[in-house]
């Protein structure tokens, strides 16, 4: 009985501290052969013409690798495999910020810029010199240690 209300209080904790941190925003750290898929924002002003990893809200019941397959269908009309989490929470003014990595999954499109100003793959040795948003250049070394571990 314990041991159930222990884990009870357990999933409370998680939960609160999850409301605590608001909305979780993916954002996906899509390899091939080497290379990152990069897309560069058009909004808000503030934003416009730095690089982020697609990404955006995950939808209340939506599970979070289910957000990223869906959000990448929506902005790049492509279709991923999610692999993996990269890197820690990352605070960003929307809530939280996750990072997934995934690959297209075999036979997909190529990404296309549906709701970014252009997308493209980049190696790690150009990482560090993207204008990054901010919340993404916290996690240029991890990407970097990523595209080099394959
Ligand atoms: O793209 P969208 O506007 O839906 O993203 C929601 C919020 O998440 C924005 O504040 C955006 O700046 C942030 N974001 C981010 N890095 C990403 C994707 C989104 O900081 N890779």
């Not at 904790?13 to 605590?20: D, F, G, I, Y």
């Not at 252009?118 to 919340?135: F, H, I, N, S």
């Amino acid at each position: 009985m314990l041991r159930i209300l222990a884990a009870r209080s357990e999933v409370l904790v998680e939960r609160a501290a999850a409301l605590a941190a608001g909305p979780v925003v993916v954002a996906t750290a899509a390899v091939r052969a080497g290379l990152l898929l990069i897309a560069q924002r058009t909004r808000p002003p503030a934003l416009a013409g730095r690089w982020e990893l697609p990404g955006g809200r995950v939808e209340p019941g939506e599970s979070e690798p289910d957000a990223v397959v869906r959000e990448c269908r929506e902005e790049l009309a492509t279709q991923v495999r999610v692999t993996g989490r990269l890197g820690t929470d990352l605070p960003i003014d929307a809530g939280v910020l996750r990072v997934h990595t995934a690959e297209l999954a075999s036979g997909a499109p190529e990404p296309q810029a549906l709701e970014h100003a252009a997308v493209r793959w980049a190696g790690p040795d150009e990482l560090a010199e993207v204008d990054w948003v901010d919340a993404d250049r916290a996690v240029v070394a991890d990407l970097v240690a990523l595209l080099r571990s394959g």
